[in-house]
C-alpha cells in the first residue's frame, strides 16, 4: 500500500512560483505512475500532469508553466509551478497508481492512492 503526503502549498502572488513535494511510502512507489491533480471550490477535481517511467504528460492549462518530477531513490514526486495565475488557486493532490495505460493518467479513477491535499492561494 502506498501512502502520499503533499506539502509546500501556500500564499504566493500572481507570476510567482511554488514547488509542491509528494512523499511516498512503500517499497513498489518507484514502480507506480505519479500524478498531480487540483479542486478547486465547485469544480471537479481536474488533472494537472504525470510521470511514469520517466515520461511526462501534461494537461493544456499548466503546459509550460508546470513542471513533473521524482526522486525514486527518496520515494518524492514534486511538482514546480511558475508563472501562477489566480485560477490555478486550488487544493492540490498527489496520486500514485501501478502502471497504466497514457490515455488513463490523464483520469482521477485511475488513481488508487491520494494525499490529504495542500491549498495553494495566488493573490492578484
Known amino acids: 500500500q502506498v501512502q502520499l503526503v503533499e506539502s509546500g502549498g501556500g500564499l504566493v502572488q500572481a507570476g510567482g512560483s511554488l514547488r509542491l513535494s509528494c512523499a511516498a511510502s512503500?517499497?513498489?512507489?518507484?514502480?507506480?505512475?505519479a500524478a498531480w491533480f487540483r479542486q478547486a471550490p465547485g469544480k471537479e477535481r481536474e488533472f494537472l500532469a504525470a510521470i511514469i517511467g520517466g515520461v511526462t504528460f501534461y494537461a493544456d492549462s499548466v503546459k509550460g508553466r508546470f513542471a513533473i518530477s521524482r526522486d525514486n531513490a527518496n520515494n518524492m514526486v514534486y511538482l514546480q509551478m511558475n508563472s501562477l495565475k489566480p485560477e490555478d488557486a486550488a487544493v492540490y493532490y498527489c496520486a500514485a497508481s501501478p502502471p497504466a495505460p497514457p490515455i488513463k493518467l490523464r483520469i482521477a479513477p485511475t488513481y488508487t492512492n491520494w494525499g490529504q491535499g495542500t491549498q495553494v492561494t495566488v493573490s492578484s
Open positions: 512503500g517499497r513498489t512507489f518507484s514502480s507506480y505512475a
